[in-house]
């Protein structure tokens, strides 16, 4: 079993919609980022949380640490939106590395 | 600010031969830390640096190496390539460890023929 899962692992909306990806995890971290991969290959960190919640723009992050769940939610989506997203963590015992969730393809058509 | 600078971009390299790719930092970033993505592992980590120490590796042959400089900027090397080691890597720039927020170079997109 992977130590951080994600779902959904496709996702397609309709410009406007809102949309949930979520995180799970299953071992101790000290903090969890939410990154975006656009096609290209380049990725872009967009949250790093340790608690609560966090928002920038149309995108809003949450986690909770005693139930180790983590959702990125995107309010009135975009097509500029498509891309991966991806979960990662880093280890409560080793802050050195990130582990990686196996990401969510989004498409946002208008 | 500049970003993460990685190059090349994109390297095409035959079966047996050895590459190096190259990695900046922010400015003022003493970590960093090298990943793989392929299509059948996802992103895995290789290893990192911090003030031009290896602090962590992970579990990857020992044909993949690196090192850092002193103004923190880091070289992979990968020797003996096999068709296998074609992927992106990427490496990630932190202030101090990926405990705190890390910042993604664009990639180098590595193809073994």
């Known amino acids: 079993k992977n130590e951080v899962e994600q779902s959904p692992q496709n996702l397609t909306a309709q410009e406007g919609e809102f949309i949930t990806i979520n995180c799970s995890y299953s071992v101790g971290i000290s903090a969890l980022h939410w990154l975006q991969q656009h096609p290209g290959g380049g990725i872009v960190s967009l949250f790093m949380l340790s608690s609560g919640k966090k928002k920038h723009g149309r995108l809003i992050a949450t986690i909770n640490i005693q139930e180790k769940h983590s959702s990125l939610h995107i309010t009135a989506s975009h097509p500029r939106d498509s891309a991966v997203y991806i979960c990662?963590?880093?280890?409560?015992?080793?802050?050195?590395?990130?582990?990686f969730g196996t990401g969510t393809r989004l498409q946002v058509f208008p | 600010k500049a970003g993460v600078t990685q190059t090349p971009r994109y390297l095409i390299k035959t079966r047996g031969q050895q590459v190096t790719l190259s990695c900046s930092p922010i400015?003022?970033?003493?970590?960093v830390s090298w990943y793989q993505q392929t299509p059948g592992q996802g992103l895995q980590f290789l290893f990192e640096y911090f003030s031009e120490t290896q602090r962590n590796k992970g579990n990857f042959p020992g044909r993949f190496s690196g090192r850092q400089f002193s103004n923190s900027r880091s070289e992979m090397n990968v020797s003996t390539l096999e068709l296998g080691d074609s992927a992106l890597y990427l490496c990630?720039?932190?202030?101090?460890?990926?405990?705190?927020?890390?910042?993604f170079g664009q990639g180098t997109r590595l193809t073994v023929v």
């Open positions: 400015s003022g970033h003493r970590s």
């Open positions: 990662a963590v880093a280890l409560s015992y080793n802050t050195d590395k990130l582990i």
């Open positions: 990630a720039s932190s202030q101090d460890s990926v405990n705190t927020e890390a910042f």
